[in-house]
Every structure is written in structure tokens, then in C-alpha cells.
């Protein structure tokens, strides 16, 4: 839990099944998503997918029961990007922090 506003908050809206990739800020190590919908995530790529998959590749879906999602980015070495995308249209906010 960060006890100070993060550095960025930057809102997509996502059309049913088509994804979008956004390119992460400078000098981010942390992210926390949410959204009003459930939403697939793919970290690091564009690649997002509902499709099933069992050799590592799969996207991360993220309930909206969940609250949310936070994550560190620092440790996903080479990670500029993240892709999304939802089975209904949505709005995913992002909020970013520099540690």
C-alpha cells in the first residue's frame, strides 16, 4: 500500500473485444489497475488474448470483483509496454508510481 498519490493516473476506455496497448511512463516501477468491467492484461507485450493458453503466454484477467490490481513494473525487466482488453467495453484506470 503507497501512503503518497501516484506520479501518473492515465484512463482508457476499451471497445468489446478489441485491445489497446498503452506504453508506460518513464521511470514507473508500480502500477495499479482497476476497471468497471472485467479486463485481460498482458504485461510487457501487445499480445493480449482471451484464448486459452498452457505454455506461459496467457493474458491475466482481472476481475472487477477484485478491486484492482497493483503490480511492479521495476521488476518485469524490458517492459514498456501493457496491452488490454475486455469482453465488454469498459474503462481501465492506471495509476503509476516512481519508488
Not at 482481472?62 to 501493457?82: E, F
Amino acid at each position: 500500500v503507497f501512503l503518497r498519490s501516484p506520479n501518473y493516473v492515465n484512463v482508457t476506455d476499451l471497445a468489446a473485444s478489441s485491445a489497446v496497448t498503452i506504453s508506460l511512463p518513464a521511470g514507473v516501477q508500480a502500477v495499479e489497475l482497476k476497471a468497471n468491467f472485467d479486463f485481460y492484461v498482458k504485461w510487457g507485450s501487445t499480445g493480449v488474448s482471451t484464448a486459452a493458453a498452457v505454455d506461459g503466454s496467457a493474458s491475466e484477467l482481472i476481475p472487477v470483483q477484485t478491486g484492482g490490481v497493483l503490480r511492479s513494473i521495476g521488476s518485469t525487466l524490458g517492459t514498456t509496454a501493457i496491452s488490454f482488453m475486455s469482453t465488454a467495453s469498459c474503462t481501465v484506470t492506471q495509476s503509476w508510481w516512481t519508488i
